[in-house]
């Protein structure tokens, strides 16, 4: 399987369900001119592949009462692996941190924070600050989206 190379068909398969997971097989095999079982173990090998990580469904963060987007800027004191591994333990502890990237640059992580309000913000915050080797955080609160994909641009592999 580690050589598997992909084709054009694997890479439309890809380029649909990452726009609609909910895509049937038999709409998916329509789609791609395969019959529905060949294409359900293509599917099948893309995930066990990797290429599928998982499937979900996107929920506007406003209509579920989290209206209040915060990206964070973390400075650790030293980036000593120890410090960095506990600090990736503690991120994914917490439900509202979406995205989290360790960086280079000015600041050592980025990280996406949905919350209902900036008091639970600052009760997040609160945390933040407290988990050993951070120095200094820095926050920038979004006014309004402007562009949030979650589509690859596959368009060139086709």
Not at 8 to 15: A, C, E, R, S, V
Not at 22 to 30: F, G, H, I, M, V
Not at 105 to 134: C, H, K, M, N, W
Request: glycine share 4%; with cysteine.
């Amino acid at each position: 399987m580690t050589d598997y190379k992909l084709d054009n068909i694997d890479w439309k398969i890809l380029d649909i369900l990452q726009s609609d997971a909910s895509t049937s097989n038999l709409e998916l095999s329509e789609k791609v001119f395969l019959s529905p079982s060949p294409c359900s173990r293509r599917v099948k090998n893309l995930e066990n592949l990797g290429y599928i990580s998982r499937r979900v469904t996107l929920i506007d963060p406003r209509k579920a009462g989290l209206p209040v987007t915060v990206f964070v800027q973390v400075t650790m004191h030293h980036q000593v692996k120890k410090d960095l591994d506990h600090f990736a333990q503690r991120v994914l502890e917490w439900p509202q941190v979406m995205e989290c990237y360790l960086m280079t640059g000015d600041f050592d992580y980025l990280i996406r924070v949905v919350t209902p309000d900036l008091f639970a913000y600052q009760e997040f915050l609160d945390q933040l600050t407290q988990v050993s080797g951070v120095d200094h955080v820095k926050s920038s609160f979004s006014l309004k989206p402007i562009c949030y994909k979650t589509e690859l641009p596959l368009g060139h592999l086709l």
